[in-house]
T-cell receptor, first 114, second 113 residues
Framework: GAVVSQHPSWVICKSGTSVKIECRSLDFQATTMFWYRQFPKQSLMLMATSNEGSKATYEQGVEKDKFLINHASLTLSTLTVTSAHPEDSSFYIC??????????FGDGTRLSIL | EDKVVQSPLSLVVHEGDTVTLNCSYEVTNFRSLLWYKQEKKAPTFLFMLTSSGIEKKSGRLSSILDKKELFSILNITATQTGDSAIYLCAALRSGAGSYQLTFGKGTKLSVIP
């Protein structure tokens, strides 16, 4: 149980493109999902908390107009990196919180902006 | 400022050895301590510890939380090469109407044959 699917796994695109990443909880409902960013050899940095049916809560220093989050249902949250630039290249990971408040992670999306 | 500190940062052992990974935390509105294993992709959930002094076990892995001293340990007995990974601990805190994780930097475990 507690499977989280993240799609796509890897994206390579040109600078200026907008990229959408999907995070789905497959066998449980998640009112809250989280989006993290991980740089090489570093730990996960929380970007934002995504709440179903309401606006996301962004961590300090994260541009909400740059990283658009939509949590339209209890099983799906999306992160859109708008007008991506090379400095946005990173590993993006989502997690979904279960009833016990444990977080279960997707496999991550490796974003490379050329 | 909330912080989670893991030690050691890196560890190399031989197959069959037993290892202990440490995690200390200073987090406001602490709720639980979670352990994850991260290989090439995203972290895989191992344990969630909420009560102090109660050991959780899963096969060769076990973990315990000390809420008085603010630390947790993860034990792996009879290590195998497949245990090689980065082990992350994270403190779950409540605040601003949600529950959020603060991660440590991880312990990189390498198990050699």
């Amino acid at each position: 149980g507690a499977v989280v699917s993240q799609h796509p796994s890897w994206v390579i695109c040109k600078s200026g493109t907008s990229v959408k990443i999907e995070c789905r909880s497959l066998d449980f409902q998640a009112t809250t999902m989280f989006w993290y960013r991980q740089f090489p050899k570093q730990s996960l940095m929380l970007m934002a908390t995504s709440n179903e049916g309401s606006k996301a809560t962004y961590e300090q220093g994260v541009e909400k107009d740059k990283f658009l989050i939509n949590h339209a249902s209890l099983t799906l949250s999306t992160l859109t990196v708008t007008s991506a630039h090379p400095e946005d290249s990173s590993f993006y990971i989502c997690s979904a919180r279960d009833r016990a408040r444990a977080q279960h992670f997707g496999d991550g999306t490796r974003l490379s902006i050329l | 400022e909330d912080k989670v500190v893991q030690s050691p940062l890196s560890l190399v052992v031989h197959e069959g050895d037993t290892v202990t990974l440490n995690c200390s935390y200073e987090v406001t509105n602490f709720r639980s301590l979670l352990w994850y294993k991260q290989e090439k992709k995203a972290p895989t959930f191992l344990f969630m510890l909420t009560s102090s002094g109660i050991e959780k076990k899963s096969g060769r892995l076990s973990s315990i939380l000390d809420k008085k001293e603010l630390f947790s340990i993860l034990n792996i007995t009879a290590t195998q090469t497949g245990d090689s990974a980065i082990y992350l601990c994270a403190a779950l805190r409540s605040g601003a109407g949600s529950y959020q994780l603060t991660f440590g930097k991880g312990t990189k475990l390498s198990v050699i044959p």
